[in-house]
T-cell receptor, first 116, second 116 residues
Framework: KAGVTQTPRYLIKTRGQQVTLSCSPI?????VSWYQQTPGQGLQFLFE???????NKGNFPGRFSGRQFSNSRSEMNVSTLELGDSALYLC???????????????FGPGTRLTVT | AQSVTQPDIHITVSEGASLELRCNYS??????LFWYVQSPGQGLQLLLK??????LVQGIKGFEAEFKRSQSSFNLRKPSVHWSDAAEYFC??????????????FGRGTQLTVWP
C-alpha cells in the first residue's frame, strides 16, 4: 500500500505570495491532518479534515486554510506569505472514524517551504 | 489542555549501549500515546503506540515503551542502540473526545546521537 505523498517536496516563494501544498493520503484513509514544523516552535497542528469537512483547527491565522476533496486528497493554502512561514509542512493520514478514537497517524515526507 | 514534555533535548550514547528517552504528558483522561522518529529531511515514522491494555508496548526496530499512569510517563527504550538509530524522536499524545479529536500534541523532540 502506498504511503502518504506530498507535493511539491520543496518550494521557494517570495513574501506576499501565496502557495498551495498538496497531500494524498493512504488509500482508504479519510482523515487528513496538517502540521507545521519549525526549529523554534516544533510541531504544531494546523487543521484536520475528515470527509471533506474541517473537524479541528489549530491556533494559526486565517491566512492558513485548507480543503479536502471527495477522494480524500487535501490541499493547504497559505496566502500573503511571511518570512516566518518558512517551515516543513507535514501531512498525516489516519483511518480514524467520526465515531471517535485518535487513530495512529501516518506522515508524508513533508513540503519544505522557504519564504524569501 | 494536553501537553507533552521531553526533558532531554539531546542524548548521546555509544553503539551497543542501552537507551531510554523520557516523555511526560498532561491529559485528564487515559491518553493515546505515540512515539515517532524523524530522520533528517524526512517525515515522521511511527515507532509504537499505546491505546489501552498492556502497559508495555513493542514497536518496530526493537523499540519498546512503558506507560506509567502514576507518573504520567511513556518512556521509550531500546536495549542495544545501532548507529542507524541516530535521529530525532518525538513523543505525542492524542485525544479521544471533543474538539481535539484527531489532533496530536507533540513534545519538542529528543535528538539522539550514536557514537561508533
Amino acid at each position: 500500500k502506498a504511503g502518504v505523498t506530498q507535493t511539491p517536496r520543496y518550494l521557494i516563494k517570495t513574501r506576499g505570495q501565496q502557495v498551495t501544498l498538496s497531500c494524498s493520503p493512504i488509500s482508504g484513509h479519510r482523515s487528513v491532518s496538517w502540521y507545521q514544523q519549525t526549529p523554534g516552535q516544533g510541531l504544531q497542528f494546523l487543521f484536520e479534515y475528515f470527509s471533506e469537512t474541517q473537524r479541528n483547527k489549530g491556533n494559526f491565522p486565517g491566512r492558513f486554510s485548507g480543503r479536502q476533496f471527495s477522494n480524500s486528497r487535501s490541499e493547504m493554502n497559505v496566502s500573503t506569505l511571511e518570512l516566518g512561514d518558512s517551515a516543513l509542512y507535514l501531512c498525516a493520514s489516519s483511518s480514524v472514524s467520526l465515531a471517535g478514537g485518535s487513530g495512529e497517524q501516518y506522515f508524508g515526507p513533508g513540503t519544505r517551504l522557504t519564504v524569501t | 489542555a494536553q501537553s507533552v514534555t521531553q526533558p532531554d533535548i539531546h542524548i548521546t550514547v555509544s553503539e551497543g549501549a542501552s537507551l531510554e528517552l523520557r516523555c511526560n504528558y498532561s491529559y485528564g483522561a487515559t491518553p493515546y500515546l505515540f512515539w515517532y522518529v524523524q530522520s533528517p529531511g524526512q517525515g515522521l515514522q511511527l515507532l509504537l503506540k499505546y491505546f489501552s491494555g498492556d502497559t508495555l508496548v513493542q514497536g518496530i526496530k526493537g523499540f519498546e515503551a512503558e506507560f506509567k499512569r502514576s507518573q504520567s510517563s511513556f518512556n521509550l527504550r531500546k536495549p542495544s542502540v545501532h548507529w542507524s538509530d541516530a535521529a530525532e524522536y518525538f513523543c505525542a499524545v492524542g485525544a479521544d473526545r471533543g474538539s481535539t479529536l484527531g489532533r496530536l500534541y507533540f513534545g519538542r523532540g529528543t535528538q539522539l546521537t550514536v557514537w561508533p
